[in-house]
């Protein structure tokens, strides 16, 4: 644990974030009951009470368990005695793909933009960056995943990335805050629950600790490379674009790596959604492995193809011939 008290710590946590920020004076602070989202709503509570900012609670429920009203109103009262005065109840549903776990986090995330506050705080801790890494390398989400999550991602601000778990809860029992464990949080069924009692656990004792620490530096010099790689990516797609198409000799001449983050940029901006590597791979052979193939499918209709030197993006219409190569199928 920081040689910091754990309140102290906290709030050290916060200011240097606010700090990093700038001049936002409305700040919102998502909480769920537990430690690590109470101990960020007493921290920044405490940090913006000396400072020109005004704070707002931002408590969800997501009703995937019977009484969750109220612990969203127990969350809610106790923001109310820590001074946060504007405090509002996101009652969400949860529908949708990829699982109840995928499908809460998307609606909490889309309750907590549609507040429409320019910054809202969340509780994610050194743990659960080390989780998160340990998610990307098993799914093989490649650089970007493994990088973690940004401190600062606007309107998303984690304060306690570099704090652990155990100092937001130190935290709250310093306060005298009743925290609330939310029981999803040790049902196995989750692949996250699994990495949290199991897998880091057992890489402590083989390790002889200090793994969320280090995998925390590895996220952060991972960030710096992935920063400067998109800055680069940034100025090779600028001179890449002709008219709304990319010109390939450009592209060609430069390392496949540097190549992919442009294609993404240029695919996203676009609006081609959920790209993976396997999608980028495909495009990219348009231009380091050409051999006159047909276009390439993406996800949400849209095709990418090379013709005249230039690649280009059309959108698929259902029922239209494609001459695609499919990544995946396009719909029936």
Same mark, same amino acid.
């Given at each position: !644990?920081?040689?910091?008290?754990?309140?102290?710590?906290?709030?050290?946590?916060?200011?240097?974030?606010?700090?990093?920020?700038?001049?936002?004076?409305?700040?919102?602070?998502?909480?769920?009951?537990?430690?690590?989202?109470?101990?960020?709503?007493?921290?920044?509570?405490?940090?913006?009470?000396?400072?020109?900012?005004?704070?707002?609670?931002?408590?969800?429920?997501?009703?995937?368990?019977?009484?969750?009203?109220?612990?969203?109103?127990?969350?809610?009262?106790?923001?109310?005695?820590?001074?946060?005065?504007?405090?509002?109840?996101?009652?969400?549903?949860? /529908?949708?793909?990829?699982?109840?776990?995928?499908?809460?986090?998307?609606?909490?995330?889309?309750?907590?933009?549609?507040?429409?506050?320019?910054?809202?705080?969340?509780?994610?801790?050194?743990?659960?960056?080390?989780?998160?890494?340990?998610?990307?390398?098993?799914?093989?989400?490649?650089?970007?995943?493994?990088?973690? !999550?940004?401190?600062?991602?606007?309107?998303?601000?984690?304060?306690?990335?570099?704090?652990?778990?155990?100092?937001?809860?130190?935290?709250?029992?310093?306060?005298?805050?009743?925290?609330?464990?939310?029981?999803?949080?040790?049902?196995?069924?989750?692949?996250?629950?699994?990495?949290?009692?199991?897998?880091?656990?057992?890489?402590?004792?083989?390790?002889?600790?200090?793994?969320?620490?280090?995998?925390?530096?590895?996220?952060?010099?991972?960030?710096?490379?992935?920063?400067?790689?998109?800055?680069?990516?940034?100025?090779?797609?600028?001179?890449?674009?002709?008219?709304?198409?990319?010109?390939?000799?450009?592209?060609?001449?430069?390392?496949?790596?540097?190549?992919?983050?442009?294609?993404?940029?240029?695919?996203?901006?676009?609006?081609?959604?959920?790209?993976?590597?396997?999608?980028?791979?495909?495009?990219?052979?348009?231009?380091?492995?050409?051999?006159?193939?047909?276009?390439?499918?993406?996800?949400?209709?849209?095709?990418?193809?090379?013709?005249?030197?230039?690649?280009?993006?059309?959108?698929?219409?259902?029922?239209?011939? /494609?001459?695609?190569?499919?990544? /995946?199928?396009?719909?029936?």
């Amino acid at each position: !644990m920081s040689r910091f008290a754990p309140v102290a710590r906290t709030r050290q946590a916060v200011r240097q974030l606010l700090d990093k920020a700038g001049p936002v004076r409305d700040v919102a602070v998502a909480v769920s009951g537990g430690a690590d989202s109470l101990a960020l709503a007493a921290a920044t509570s405490y940090v913006a009470s000396r400072s020109d900012r005004t704070v707002h609670g931002l408590v969800v429920d997501h009703q995937l368990q019977e009484g969750s009203a109220a612990v969203a109103a127990a969350a809610a009262k106790q923001l109310l005695g820590l001074g946060i005065e504007d405090v509002q109840v996101l009652t969400v549903s949860v /529908t949708g793909r990829g699982g109840q776990e995928a499908a809460a986090r998307s609606a909490r995330y889309l309750a907590l933009r549609s507040a429409g506050f320019p910054l809202v705080l969340l509780g994610h801790t050194q743990d659960d960056q080390a989780e998160t890494v340990l998610l990307g390398l098993g799914r093989g989400s490649g650089p970007r995943s493994i990088a973690g !999550m940004r401190d600062l991602d606007l309107p998303w601000g984690r304060p306690f990335l570099s704090v652990p778990r155990a100092t937001t809860v130190a935290a709250c029992a310093e306060l005298g805050l009743t925290v609330w464990d939310d029981p999803h949080n040790v049902d196995p069924a989750y692949t996250r629950v699994r990495l949290r009692r199991e897998v880091l656990p057992l890489l402590e004792n083989v390790l002889q600790g200090g793994v969320a620490p280090a995998l925390a530096r590895t996220v952060a010099q991972l960030r710096d490379d992935a920063e400067a790689l998109d800055t680069l990516a940034a100025r090779l797609l600028e001179s890449a674009r002709t008219e709304g198409e990319l010109a390939v000799p450009v592209l060609a001449a430069e390392p496949a790596a540097l190549r992919r983050r442009a294609l993404r940029r240029w695919l996203l901006d676009v609006g081609v959604p959920e790209l993976t590597d396997a999608h980028l791979r495909s495009a990219d052979a348009l231009i380091g492995e050409w051999r006159g193939q047909g276009a390439v499918w993406l996800p949400g209709n849209f095709a990418v193809s090379r013709a005249r030197g230039r690649l280009r993006v059309t959108a698929w219409e259902p029922g239209e011939g /494609t001459g695609c190569t499919a990544t /995946t199928s396009p719909p029936s």
